[in-house]
């Protein structure tokens, strides 16, 4: 295919109505802010325009997760690209030995306005939902702090839902962190931003609906010529068209349901083959690394 077609979708409830109070509490966080961490699974559609018109113009640091899936042969966003203002650099080790003395250099050599009597650094960490800014808070504490886990992290969006108060996860430089919800644009420039961005787990899965994000990223995979699916499924070829995939994934992971069917003799139990199960065994496959390493951008 040479271009997918969404069908007139409509992204608007896709978006939790929380955001917009949770964007509120961090323009009040950002008051104390030294520098912010954006953390971001995909260098482009992963990052939101509206975090950096209403965070303003402090030293910023990009940390890009999941370097290990991503295509060696596609380049992230360079650092100083994107949206907004201010310092960034852009931060691709997949353990973040550097975040700690590449944020104090930072702050070192930018001006604090009216903190610069204080010794700490308060570090604001933002992102889409489901990216890993919690999960990056505690590592940094175990790292620095040997400390355990300060902030809950999970595997879906919406495990943080406000802003929380501050997280030490260094003594020397004394700093702190803070933890925030994920924040998605209000509203998307394209259906296809938000489709990548459902694919990495910033929206659930059942607001946009499995079946067109497995399409999708079928889609995805063959414009790349990424067709790591084919070995992986045992297929005879690659497939331009979702069907033949997912019955061909329901059928050998078992993938099955039992349906009541209504005759003239009574009701008669049938078991057919799950394709949404299917399409989630898909999805499932792409986020753990299972069909290559491939970068959406």
């Known amino acids: 295919r040479e271009r997918f077609e969404f069908g007139g979708r409509d992204v608007a409830s896709w978006f939790p109505r929380h955001m917009a109070k949770g964007l509120r509490q961090m323009r009040l966080a950002l008051r104390r802010a030294d520098c912010l961490v954006e953390r971001s699974h995909i260098p482009l559609s992963g990052r939101n325009p509206a975090l950096q018109e209403a965070l303003g113009i402090r030293p910023h640091v990009l ?3 999941k370097m290990d899936l991503a295509d060696p042969r596609r380049q992230p966003v360079s650092a100083g690209a ?3 203002g201010g310092q960034r650099r852009c931060h691709r080790s997949p353990v973040p030995l550097q975040v700690v003395p590449m944020v104090a250099r930072l702050v070192a050599d930018g001006p604090r306005y009216h903190r610069a009597e204080s ?3 308060n570090i604001l960490v933002i992102g889409v939902p ?3 800014k919690s999960s990056l808070i505690n590592s940094l504490r175990r790292l620095h702090l040997k400390k355990g886990n300060a902030t809950a992290v999970g595997g879906e969006p919406g495990i943080t839902k406000a802003v929380l108060s501050r997280i030490q996860v260094c003594e020397k ?5 803070v933890d925030t919800p994920g924040m998605l644009p209000p509203r998307l420039g394209d259906v296809e931003t938000g489709m990548k961005l459902a694919l990495c787990g910033a929206i659930h899965d059942h607001l946009v609906g ?5 399409d999708y990223l079928l889609y995805s995979l063959n ?10 499924y045992r297929l005879g070829q690659p497939c331009d068209h979702i069907e033949p995939l997912l019955k061909h994934v329901a059928l050998s992971r078992g993938r ?6 209504l005759t003239g003799t009574g009701n008669v139990n049938m078991m057919m083959l799950n394709y949404p199960a299917a399409a989630y065994e898909f999805l499932r496959d792409f986020r753990a690394g299972r069909l290559g390493r491939v970068t959406l951008d």
Do not use: C, I, W
């Not at 430089?173 to 962190?177: E, G, S």
């Not at 414009?223 to 992986?232: D, E, G, I, N």
């Not at 099955?256 to 069917?261: I, R, S």
């Open 130 to 132: 489901n990216v890993g």
């Open 256 to 261: 099955t349901q039992k349906v009541k069917v």
């Open 63 to 65: 940390v890009l997760n």
């Open 223 to 232: 414009k790349q010529q990424q067709f790591r699916y084919v070995q992986h």
């Open 210 to 214: 499995e079946d067109v994000m497995a």
């Open 82 to 84: 994107g949206p907004g």
């Open 119 to 121: 010794s700490e650094h």
């Open 173 to 177: 430089p004394l700093m702190y962190l």
